[in-house]
């Protein structure tokens, strides 16, 4: 494991949302720079930020058009550099968001392949996945979300979300030989596809970047076995390149399989909303921490996928995500400290959600923006203060990326920070906890002693430190022995120590 990973704490950054410095209604890269001091002093040591890449933003930037090009909204290569460079200078480490799965149809490889036919094919031929004929489908492919149909003379196209997101061709696992379209991974098509991606992970990294956050990791390769043989294998060999190449970039999976994702070479791994992971037990659906849920289901998985795991990386529990509702959506300030002491007592790298640390609330039913849809209500402006458009942006409202909470009485950074019992002040403190005890860092030991079931605190060791949760109305009292004494848990309380 690389040294840095072993105390980051990141912090997400939708860029669009996060400050605007130049007046457009939409935040760039400039404000992310300007806001480094306050991520720092929040106590974050990394950063995850979604998308930046030219795109038309049918999928928020999801749909890449150049891979090599900051997207102009948000700034220039030489903005990335600088800002590369300006969190190093604090001790700090960044994570672009990386999508090797699918381009945009606007993307000039999508343009190209377009263009080849079996009798005339380019460089750009097996570029994706195309079906040779209108007549032809996709059915029984795996890992494709649906196919574009009619779209050029070439016939179908795989795609891995959105219509506009053609799925980049990596290859076919287990293969029907009788569909020459459905090359294997050792094709020089699929071979160039590899490639392809591999250049631009190295331009950015060469550019200063600390590695990526990757989309939709497990989607590559198609009609892969369920031990995940052919995408494992794929990604082990990309992590061989790092190691030799860049040994300090590091790899964060949207996968959600950590058993696989830590043994295709990956440093971390994400517990997902959706999925077998029962993440949304914790924060969202009769979630624990409002003192209705049940972590029983949650924990078995959880011993499960450590077990399979082993110590190779990090399973990391994000507070949110811009794919998911706020936790405020769930669990009020009381409940969402307590949630909070989890996350950042836990192994594995935290991941705070910008916004989350002064609780900013999920917007429901906003106007869905670049393919938002009813994920646009987790991705409303930073609210900084108390100023025009809450500090984000002195662009007149109408022209702000998304509309802002409406509420006047909105939770904004500065207010936080001038009350000693925020939420704010709250998460620094624990962050500072976490920093100064060996214990509570990302790859130390983990016991669990209650599991949290229904009625029940959560209770847990790291190294020999307890870690004691109580979301419900009534006391426990917890005897530990080894002459420690014991802990009253009072209602809606937690203990460290």
């Known amino acids: 494991m690389k040294e840095w990973l072993k105390t980051a704490v990141f912090y997400e950054i939708y860029p669009q949302s996060f400050y605007d410095t130049n007046g457009d209604g939409i935040g760039d890269l400039k404000g992310i720079i300007e806001k480094l001091d306050y991520i720092k002093s929040l106590g974050c040591n990394a950063i995850w930020m979604n998308p930046c890449f030219e795109s038309p933003f049918h999928d928020a930037g999801y749909d890449i058009s150049d891979y090599y090009k900051i997207a102009p909204r948000y700034g220039t290569n030489a903005d990335a550099r600088r800002l590369f460079s300006e969190v190093h200078k604090r001790d700090m480490h960044i994570l672009l968001d990386l999508v090797p799965g699918h381009t ?165 791994d994400f517990l997902l909303h959706f999925g077998p992971s029962h993440y949304l037990d914790l924060f969202r659906v009769n979630p624990y921490f409002s003192g209705k849920g049940d972590l029983t289901e949650f924990w078995k998985y959880y011993a499960m996928i450590r077990e399979k795991a082993g110590e190779q990386g990090l399973i990391c529990i994000p507070s949110g995500n811009h794919d998911m509702d706020r936790i405020s959506f769930h669990l009020n300030e009381e409940e969402r400290k307590l949630a909070f002491v989890f996350l950042l007592t836990m192994p594995g790298a935290p991941f705070i959600y910008y916004g989350d640390e002064i609780g900013m609330k999920y917007i429901a039913d906003q106007p869905s923006v670049e393919g938002g849809y009813e994920r646009t209500g987790a991705r409303t402006p930073m609210q900084w203060d108390k100023t025009l458009n809450a500090g984000f942006s002195s662009s007149p409202e109408k022209n702000l990326y998304i509309p802002l909470d409406k509420d006047e009485n909105r939770p904004d950074v500065m207010s936080q920070m001038e009350n000693k019992d925020s939420l704010w002040h709250f998460i620094r403190h624990l962050l500072e906890l976490r920093q100064s005890n060996k214990d509570l860092q990302n790859s130390s030991s983990f016991e669990l002693l209650v599991k949290g079931g229904k009625e029940e605190p959560l209770i847990y060791k790291r190294g020999k430190t307890w870690v004691a949760i109580n979301p419900h109305d009534k006391e426990f009292l917890i005897k530990r022995g080894n002459g420690l004494s014991p802990i009253t848990l009072q209602p809606k309380s937690w203990f460290i120590g």
């Open 104 to 268: 945009s149809v606007d993307h000039p490889w999508f343009r190209e392949s377009m263009k080849s036919s079996v009798k005339n094919p380019n460089q750009y031929h097996h570029r994706y996945i195309w079906t040779e004929s209108a007549w032809v489908g996709l059915e029984g492919v795996t890992n494709i979300r649906g196919s574009l149909s009619g779209f050029c003379e070439r016939g179908n196209c795989a795609v891995n979300f959105f219509t506009t997101q053609p799925a980049l061709n990596y290859g076919f696992y287990n293969r029907d030989s009788s569909k020459p379209w459905q090359i294997p991974m050792t094709h020089p098509g699929a071979r160039a596809t590899k490639e392809a991606m591999w250049d631009i992970m190295k331009f950015w990294l060469s550019m200063g970047c600390d590695g990526f956050r990757v989309d939709m990791a497990s989607s590559l390769v198609k009609n892969d076995d369920e031990a995940g043989t052919g995408i494992i294998t794929f990604w082990q060999e990309i992590r061989e390149r790092l190691d030799r190449d860049f040994p300090e970039a590091a790899m964060v999976s949207e996968w959600g399989e950590p058993d696989k994702s830590l043994r295709a070479g990956f440093d971390m």
